[in-house]
């Protein structure tokens, strides 16, 4: 069986020698820059992991279209700092701040032509089913993108619909990185379907962490400015779980600190504390982690259903606890 250190191997030597054309370099290289500044790599380890179940060793017929799916990732980033006129990606300067908006435009656009080019060397036997779901996952992140855009006008919006946008907008990447991967190892079609459940519960309860994690979590461990989420406004779990339990009157609590002001720092200490007191009154902090676990619990369950030896079941336990962990 490939064990998880091997899977750390595959792809840390995928990622450094993963190379996109040389000319013309002001269409290039902002993909290179993408790469280059890392993330946690989530989507291709689960899609390698996927396929470590059912086969013993990696070949380029995993390899490439496992980097493909993070390509696809890398290009949404690019487009997504745009849209939300973010500064800083992975603590440096996001694309279209270190080039500008049109090359940011363009080198988006190219890096997802990339993405299929790379989809495309996926084994002939598998290919029709490999780019269905790869091309349906794509434009269910972009509905997921325009949902959490329209969202972005609204006072508050029901859970359902909260759902909803994270299960396009987050978690369908990651239930295609693992029906990827086992629809590439020639799994059955049960099987494949099983994961891809898997990774859908499994990104909710990711998306569901990373909004605790934005207002709860150590700056230093989460990686980012902590309270990100209020100051902007944004729709999170915690806001949209807030709004569902809130009488009239916080109701009303809640909309006036969302109007607070944030031109200086003391401002934004401000917003995020009287926000932060809202949700302690109402408990969706507590909630938020019952629901990851929730979610959690759901996912392993979808695994439990595919009879795998004891081993091979706490590759995917252990990938689903590092990859919410910081939030349980």
């Known amino acids: 069986m490939i064990q998880e250190n091997h899977i750390d191997s595959a792809l840390k030597e995928l990622f450094d020698n993963l190379t996109f054309t040389q000319e013309p370099a002001g269409l290039y290289d902002p993909l290179r820059y993408m790469i ?104 269910e992140v972009c509905e997921g993108q325009q949902y959490d855009m329209d969202f972005e006008s609204e006072d508050f919006v029901p859970m359902e619909h909260y759902m909803k946008m994270i299960g396009l907008k987050t978690a369908v990447l990651i239930a295609c990185a693992a029906k990827m991967g086992a629809l590439i190892a020639e799994a059955p079609e049960e099987s494949c379907d ?47 779980r807030a709004f569902e339990k809130a009488s009239e009157q916080t109701r009303g609590q809640l909309l006036a600190a969302m109007a607070m002001p944030i031109a200086t720092e003391e401002q934004k200490a401000q917003k995020i504390a009287a926000v932060k007191a809202i949700y302690a009154e109402l408990e969706v902090g507590q909630e938020a982690k019952q629901e990851i676990e929730r979610l959690h619990n759901q996912a392993m369950g979808h695994i439990s259903q595919l009879g795998l030896e004891a081993e091979k079941a706490a590759l995917l336990e252990n990938y689903a606890k590092k990859l919410i962990g910081r939030a349980k």
């Not at 992991?49 to 993070?70: G, V």
């Not at 002939?124 to 349906?136: D, G, I, Q, R």
Request: hydrophobic share 45%; aromatic share 12%; glycine share 6%.
């Open 36 to 139: 280059e500044i890392g993330g946690k790599r989530i989507r291709p380890r689960l899609c390698l992991s996927a396929y470590a179940l059912y086969k013993d060793e990696f070949c380029e017929e995993i390899l490439t279209p496992a980097a493909a799916i993070e390509v696809f990732h890398s290009f949404t980033l690019i487009h997504d700092d745009i849209m939300d006129k973010a500064d800083v990606r992975r603590g440096v300067p996001t694309v279209y701040r270190k080039w500008n908006d049109n090359t940011a435009i363009l080198s988006g656009d190219v890096m997802s032509i990339e993405s299929y080019k790379m989809i495309a060397k996926a084994p002939a036997k598998v290919l029709p089913k490999a780019l269905e779901l790869f091309s349906k996952t794509a434009a």
């Open 194 to 240: 099983l994961l891809y459940r898997y990774g859908y519960d499994l990104g909710l309860a990711f998306q569901v962490a990373d909004d605790w994690l934005d207002t709860y979590g150590d700056q230093a461990v989460f990686g980012k400015a902590i309270g990100g989420d209020i100051l902007n406004n944004k729709k999170s779990w915690l806001m949209t």
